[in-house]
């Protein structure tokens, strides 16, 4: 067999090597028409080609920016198909061996804050030989402008008032990025069916003319951004018959500019329905304005007033008696609101409301199904002997008139529910509140007393209740039924109902109850299940938590502080983010359940054996209680600020039921 030299094979090898060839070219694309702000990001591409017909050896692709600009992120696709060096201002990309393909470099350029014109360059080599050199370089060049960026922010975007109120609306002007020096930048502001007032705008200048107004601010030297707010007053449109009042800003600047989010606000006002007769029906009687809103108040927000004329009668309020069950109201948005009655004609009651609501001949309460709107305030309801005094439901998800929006509000406030106006004479009804709410209703500043069952009944849906008053029912002060999904009942006092302070079926969701005062309520302030004291699960994750069993209570007088020992079995629920708060009371007697509310001690981890709680301040002689609340966290507090200074919407939380009380000695 003829053996080939090895030199002779080197030689061939290389004349191979040069037969080959591989046509490569760049082909920048500069996104923007090559044109951007000054100081802005630019994306763009630089597509590498192999025209062929050889693959092309050892191929590498270099990017330069010209002084003052910087890549600020680069790769390629597809991905892995080359290696990348960056160094600011140029990069370059290594294909190895580059078949017959495209490949493409995406990059993100920062341009300098200056008006000019900058180059960036790119090439493509190789090893191999290219018939067509020329095209292996190319130049695109950015021309950068002094042009805004214009982001027109109101807050509110969207509010609710009375027909004549005046609103406080905060516009926000921000440039970005930089503007050069000397720009002047102009807020352009129109009320549609209302006036602007005033503009607290400074430094901005600004002149107002009724319905419009302009501002103007001149840019400062070293300009970055216009980020000075204005505070501008609407003055609504008067009319009872409710509608919209629109302000609108246009910014303009001296520069070219774009403009970018939202430039209107809509304030809406109420249809106001007057209730000016205290008779059973007729014009201007609460039963008429039931049947208003029923017609009229489909695709907008009511409010029913009370303006029911004087002389005040002299128990000091205004009793209206149905002869027959009102009926029930069904529009999206209402609100019942009896304190017109006391800006008519005076705080004629000190002791409670203006406008009570008799029911002892109609026997069935007031009903309000406003699924996104729903608010009753300022009434004393009483005497509905076959019914609650008001049934209140709530289901979001059949918002259907118009879009949920921030401000609708669910909530019954400062009402007297079972009992008259002065708070002191039953007025008995056969339940005080139904809920079956799926949104979340908010009831605050109630005394709920009286009534021949349960205070607040509610079987499904979400509640929070807030300072109020609930005693002397004749089942539980609140009930919170098996479907309920969320119930928070904080700051209130529940006291004498004849079974449990808080009843929870089995099956309620996250129910917390904290910081209340309770005493002498026949059974549990805390009763989960209606079946007395629960004995401590083994692992409680999957029911309420255990409570804390205390062991002993000390007063110290050196440090005047009283020492609670006790040990808690509680099981996290998720992996991250538990807690534990337990809340200390102080009781007249052993059976008390959680009078006075002391303290919160947080827990981030169980401990194992027994532990010590300080409470300030001298107890001897009281007997203390303690509940778990177990949390999930969802939000924190602010940093340095513990988070049980903030008791609201912090995390998913279930209370226990109290635990043993032990007395306190010196």
């Known amino acids: 067999m003829t053996r080939i030299p090895l030199l002779l094979l080197s030689l061939l090898a290389a004349s191979s090597a040069l037969a080959q060839q591989a046509d490569l070219r760049v082909v920048p694309e500069l996104f923007l028409d090559g044109k951007a702000r000054i100081g802005d990001i630019v994306p ?160 901005w200048q600004c002149t107002i003319a009724g319905a419009t107004a302009e501002c103007v601010l001149d840019a400062p030297a070293s300009f970055c951004c216009v980020d000075h707010p204005l505070q501008i007053t609407v003055r609504t449109n008067d009319d009872p018959a409710g509608g919209e009042t629109r302000l609108a800003i246009d910014p303009e600047s001296e520069a070219p500019f774009d403009v970018f989010g939202p430039a209107e606000a809509i304030i809406e006002t109420h249809r106001h329905v ?176 009286r009534n021949v069952r349960s205070g607040v009944w509610m079987w499904r849906g979400s509640a929070s209740f807030f300072e109020n008053t609930i005693q002397h029912n004749g089942a539980s002060g609140i009930f919170v039924g098996p479907e309920v999904d969320y119930a928070a009942v904080q700051s209130n006092a529940i006291d004498w109902n004849t079974h449990m302070g808080v009843a929870i079926a089995r099956g309620a969701g996250r129910v917390r109850v904290r910081a209340n005062s309770m005493i002498w309520n026949v059974g549990l302030g805390i009763d989960w299940g209606l079946d007395g004291r629960s004995p401590a699960n083994e692992d409680d994750r999957a029911t309420e938590p255990n409570a804390p069993a205390l062991l002993s209570a000390v007063y110290d007088a050196a440090a005047n502080e009283t020492l609670v020992t006790m040990t808690l079995r509680s099981a996290p629920v998720a992996t991250n983010f538990n807690g534990w708060l337990i809340d200390l009371y102080a009781n007249g007697g052993p059976d008390g359940d959680g009078e006075q509310f002391l303290r919160t001690h947080e827990l981030e981890a169980v401990p194992q054996g027994a532990f010590t709680v300080k409470v300030p301040g001298n107890h001897e002689g009281k007997w203390i209680s303690a509940t778990n609340t177990r949390v999930q966290w969802i939000v924190f507090a602010r940093s340095g600020q513990p988070r049980t200074d903030a008791f609201n919407n912090v995390g998913d939380m279930t209370t226990s039921e109290f635990s043993n009380a032990v007395k306190v000695v010196r």
């Open 44 to 203: 763009m591409h630089v597509r590498v080609v192999n025209d062929g017909p050889d693959e092309a050896r050892n191929a590498r692709a270099t990017v330069s920016v010209a002084p003052g600009m910087f890549i600020v992120q680069a790769e390629v696709t597809p991905p892995f198909a080359a290696a990348c060096d960056a160094s600011g201002t140029s990069i370059t990309c290594s294909f190895g061996n580059l078949p017959a393909v495209d490949r493409l470099i995406r990059l993100n350029v920062r341009v300098p804050a200056e008006v000019g014109t900058f180059p960036i360059a790119s090439t493509i080599t190789s090893d191999t030989t290219d018939p067509n050199p020329a095209n292996n370089s190319a130049v695109t060049t950015v021309e950068t402008e002094n042009r805004s960026q214009l982001w027109v922010y109101l807050t509110p975007a969207f509010a609710r008032v009375d027909p004549g109120d005046a609103v406080k609306i905060e516009a926000r002007l921000t440039n970005h990025p930089a503007t050069l020096a000397g720009n002047r930048f102009t807020l352009r502001i129109a009320a549609q069916n209302g006036t602007i007032e005033s503009i607290d705008a400074a430094p």
């Open 274 to 449: 007057v209730v000016t007769s205290t008779a059973d029906a007729g014009p201007g009687s609460l039963r008429a304005a039931f049947e208003d809103v029923n017609a009229n108040c489909a695709t907008r927000a009511c409010k029913i007033d009370f303006a029911l004329p004087g002389p005040v009668p002299p128990e000091g309020w205004f009793t209206i008696v149905p002869e027959t069950p009102l009926p029930a109201i069904h529009a999206q948005r209402v609100t019942l609101d009896a304190t017109t009655q006391t800006a008519r004609t005076g705080d004629t009651n000190p002791r409670g409301p203006e406008v009570a609501i008799d029911g002892r001949n109609a026997g069935e309460g007031l009903e309000l199904h406003a699924n996104c709107h729903a608010v009753v305030r300022g009434l004393a309801l009483g005497n509905f002997h076959a019914s609650q005094a008001l049934w209140m439901t709530q289901d979001r998800q059949v918002c259907t008139s118009f879009p949920l929006q921030f401000e609708d509000l669910v909530e019954i406030a400062d009402n007297h529910i079972g009992v008259d106006p002065t708070g002191t004479v039953p007025w008995p009804n056969l339940r005080g509140l139904r809920l079956d709410d799926a949104g979340g209703v908010r009831v605050t500043r109630n005394v709920i007393s």
